[in-house]
C-alpha cells in the first residue's frame, strides 16, 4: 500500500509538505503524532489521526506516538481561547499508560517487526532541560518574527482570546520543535503527522531541523473533522464521545456512529473504518438503492465499535438498540445491564415504589395509576388494557387483574411500563 495514495483517497490529507510522497517511496520512514495526555482516554477527536498512524504502519512504515507529558503541562494555544489546566507528573504518567493501552487496539507495540510502534513521552528529554540551554540550543534558531506570523498565535493576539497569549503557550512552538528534533536525532524520524491545526507547530520543528542540523524533515496533516451541519464533530449533549467504556457506554458509542447523517456517513467510512475503496462504494451503492435501511451508519457504526470495543460489545450494543422494536424484547431486556438499560431509556419518565410491595405482589391497576402516575385512574389503566394497549417489560398485559411480582424486576429492581405504542415509564423498586 502507498500511504500518500491511501490517505489521499480517503480525504485524509489537507496539506502536505514538498518532497513527503518521495520520502515514502524510499523505504520504510518513521513518523510521529502527538497526542494531547490531559485525560486517561482518547476521546473520537483524537481517532482521525490515530487513523493516519494506523494507515502507516499497514503501509510498512514505523509510527511513533508521542504523548505530550511536557507540552501537556504547557498548552497548546492552537484553536484554543483559553489556556489549559496544568498537571502533575503522576496524571501524566497514568494517562500515558491508559492511552497507550486504548492505541494498542490500533498499532503493533509488541511484534518484532522492523516498524513495530513505539510510545514516547516528551517529558522524558525535556525535564532536565535548564532554561538556559534551551534558550541557547533551541530559542536562538527561530526568530521571533518566525514565531509571530503563525496563524495560532495571530489569532490569540487578535481578540480571540479573553485574556491574550502567555509566555508560556507562546514557546509551544519551540517545545513541540524541539520534539521533532529530538526523534530526528535519536529515532531518524524525519515526518511529523497531525491536525490542519498543527501545521504551524511542525512547519516550526522543520526549519529548527534545517537551521540546527541542515537536515531535511516533512510534515503532513488531515483536515480537521467537520459535520455537514457545521456542527463540531465528536461532541454531542453530554460532551466528548471516549473510547474508554467508563465515560462513553459501547451502547451510547455504538448509538454516535449509527445515527450521524448520510452526508457524512461516506466520508465517515472512508476516515474512521479500514474498509476498501471497492468496499464502501457497494456500501454507497446499496445505500443510495433504500436510504432507509441505513446500510452506511450501520457498517460504520460496527466497524468503529469493533475497533475500539470487541465483537461481543457491538452485539450487546445492537441487540439494545433493538430494545424498542424486536419481538424478542423482553428477552433482551432481561438481559442487559443496569447501565445499558438506564441509557436505552434515558430521559423517559420515572416512578419510584417499595420493593417490598411487589414482593408482596401488587395488582397491574394499582401498580400503574395508585403507587404510580402511569395513568390518572385505575378506569383508564383497566380500558388501556383491555384495548392491548399495556405492556410490562415489553409483554402486553391482558388480564386486568393480573399480579406483578418482584421476580419480574429487571437488574432485580426496574420495570419498564408502557402505555400506548410510545409511551414508556421506568418503574423503580427501592
Known amino acids: 500500500m502507498d500511504f500518500i495514495e491511501e490517505l489521499t483517497w480517503r480525504g485524509m490529507v489537507h496539506t502536505m509538505m514538498p518532497g513527503t510522497d518521495e520520502l515514502l517511496k524510499k523505504g520504510m520512514t518513521t513518523a510521529y503524532l502527538g497526542i494531547d495526555p490531559t485525560a486517561d482516554s482518547l476521546h473520537i477527536g483524537h481517532l482521525c489521526g490515530v487513523m493516519m498512524l494506523r ?97 495560532s498565535v495571530q489569532k490569540r493576539l487578535n481578540g480571540e482570546a479573553r ?62 473533522i467537520t459535520k455537514a451541519d457545521g456542527g463540531k464533530f465528536g461532541k454531542t449533549e453530554s460532551g466528548n464521545v471516549w473510547l474508554d467504556p467508563r465515560y462513553t457506554s459501547p451502547y451510547k458509542f455504538y448509538q454516535f456512529w449509527v445515527n ?77 445491564d443496569e447501565k445499558t438499560l ?5 430521559g423517559v419518565p420515572t416512578f419510584s415504589l417499595p420493593k417490598a410491595d411487589l414482593e408482596a405482589g401488587v395488582p397491574v391497576l394499582d401498580l400503574l395509576a395508585t403507587k404510580t402516575g402511569v395513568f390518572a385512574s385505575k378506569g383508564e389503566a383497566r380500558k388501556m388494557v383491555q384495548q392491548g394497549g399495556v405492556s410490562i417489560n415489553k409483554k402486553k398485559v391482558t388480564d386486568p387483574n393480573a399480579v406483578i411480582n418482584a421476580d419480574e424486576l429487571l437488574n432485580g429492581k426496574y420495570l419498564l411500563a408502557q402505555r400506548g405504542k410510545k409511551n414508556y415509564f421506568l418503574l423503580i423498586a427501592e
Open 55 to 151: 494507515h502507516f504502519q499497514r503501509c510498512g512504515h514505523k509510527p511513533l506516538a508521542l504523548v505530550g507529558g511536557a507540552t501537556g503541562m504547557i498548552g497548546d494555544p492552537s484553536g484554543k481561547s483559553a489556556e489549559r489546566n496544568l498537571l502533575d507528573e503522576a496524571t501524566l504518567r497514568h494517562n500515558q499508560e491508559a492511552i497507550k493501552r486504548q492505541l494498542s487496539k490500533f498499532l503493533d507495540f509488541e511484534s518484532d517487526a522492523p516498524n513495530k510502534a513505539e510510545m514516547v513521552n516528551n517529558y522524558d528529554w525535556t525535564k532536565d532541560v535548564t532554561f538556559l540551554d534551551f534558550a541557547r540550543e533551541i530559542g536562538k534558531h527561530i526568530t521571533v518574527n518566525y514565531m509571530m506570523a503563525k496563524e
Open 342 to 346: 438506564l441509557e436505552v431509556f434515558e
Open 163 to 224: 485574556d491574550g497569549l502567555s509566555f508560556t503557550e507562546f514557546t509551544y512552538q519551540l517545545l513541540q520543535g524541539f520534539d521533532f528534533l529530538t526523534l530526528y536525532k535519536d529515532k531518524d524520524c524525519k515526518l511529523q503527522l497531525g491536525g490542519s491545526d498543527q501545521w504551524g507547530n511542525i512547519t516550526t520543528g522543520t526549519e529548527l531541523i534545517r537551521r540546527k542540523l541542515g537536515g531535511e524533515a516533512y510534515a503532513l496533516t488531515c483536515p480537521l
Open 260 to 336: 450521524v447523517s448520510d452526508a457524512d456517513a461516506e466520508k465517515y467510512l472512508k476516515i474512521f473504518t479500514a474498509l476498501t475503496k471497492e468496499e464502501i462504494e457497494a456500501l454507497v451503492a446499496e445505500h443510495q438503492q433504500d436510504p432507509g435501511q441505513r446500510p452506511m451508519q450501520k457498517r460504520l457504526a460496527k466497524e468503529v465499535t469493533v475497533m475500539v470495543h470487541s465483537e461481543d460489545d457491538y452485539n450487546a450494543a445492537v441487540e439494545a438498540s433493538q430494545i424498542l422494536f424486536s419481538n424478542k424484547a423482553d428477552e433482551i431486556l432481561h438481559n442487559i
